[in-house]
């Protein structure tokens, strides 16, 4: 059986612990812990890290023209987001595709999750939060509704149970867990306001943030969160496709939406294969276009 480890012979962050004495010694992964890009961030800027919907685009098996084009701009990891605010990266989400992402967009460093729902497609990439507990030398902070913990506890729950001796701790996602509501929430000094929205019959939750909203896995606006979309900058919203879907707006629905918030630039998100992102655009209004993997949108205070 593994001893756990000692003040000794502590877990190396990057390298197998068993060997670690030696691998810390050689290890450059401490130079990581605060990116020097933090430092020198002094506005918000929203980071699309994914745009696709829960099967991505290119589907597998399937051979259309979208899902077998060159285009980076058609190709789209499940859905996830980052507010990269001067205090630090707040991530929406962790997406299947998480640590392909954030290596993608050269993001070293996550210090707290919000949640909109418990998807399979919106969660199942958590276990990518590893390393940040290692790098922060805390636990990293997740804030989502009741059913979404439960649920999270659920599918993860090698991550909440009881220390086992023969799993070493560098294996196990340190985590936080806090309540969310629909209540004003400070992250980071950053006010974030939850937007109730329905996906199909499930309350799931959006986030404004300043001028900012993102509304992904959106069905229907209920009444009383149509006033928290007012006097908009941006809006990021889920369009799934041309055609009706059960869960997701179709693009004509989503644009009634943009009709009644007027922000000044919309991005659709969670978008399916059925929308190749040129002819797309082509058809849309102006102040409204498809999102894509590593579009970065400038928003709230300090923007220049
Ligand atoms: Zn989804
Ligand atoms: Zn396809
Ligand atoms: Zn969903």
Known sequence: MSAHPTAEFLPCICCDWISNRIARENCSVSELILPA???????????????????????????????????????????????????????????????????????????????????ADHIFGLDDLRLFGHYLGKPVSLYCEEIVEH?????????????????HPGSIPMLEMNRLGLEPVEILGVPIQPIRLLHGKLPIVGFRIYDLAFCTDVSEIPEESWPLLQGLDTLVLGALREKPHPTHLSVSQALEVVDRVHPRQTYFTHTSHSLEYHTSNAMLPAGVELAYDGLRIAFGPGRS
């Open 151 to 167: 649920q999270i506890r659920r599918a993860f729950s090698y991550a909440f149970g009881e220390a086992q001796a023969n799993i």
């Open 37 to 119: 890009e933090l430092t020198r961030r002094t506005s918000f800027e929203f980071l699309i890290l994914g745009c696709g919907t829960s099967h991505g685009v290119p589907m597998i098996g399937c051979h259309c023209a979208v899902c077998e084009s060159p285009d980076p701009r058609n190709k789209r990891t499940r859905s996830g987001a980052i507010i990269m605010a001067p205090q630090g990266n707040i991530l929406i989400d962790t997406s299947p595709e998480l640590r392909i992402q954030l290596i993608r967009e050269k993001i070293d460093l996550i210090h707290a999750c919000l949640y909109t729902h418990s998807h």
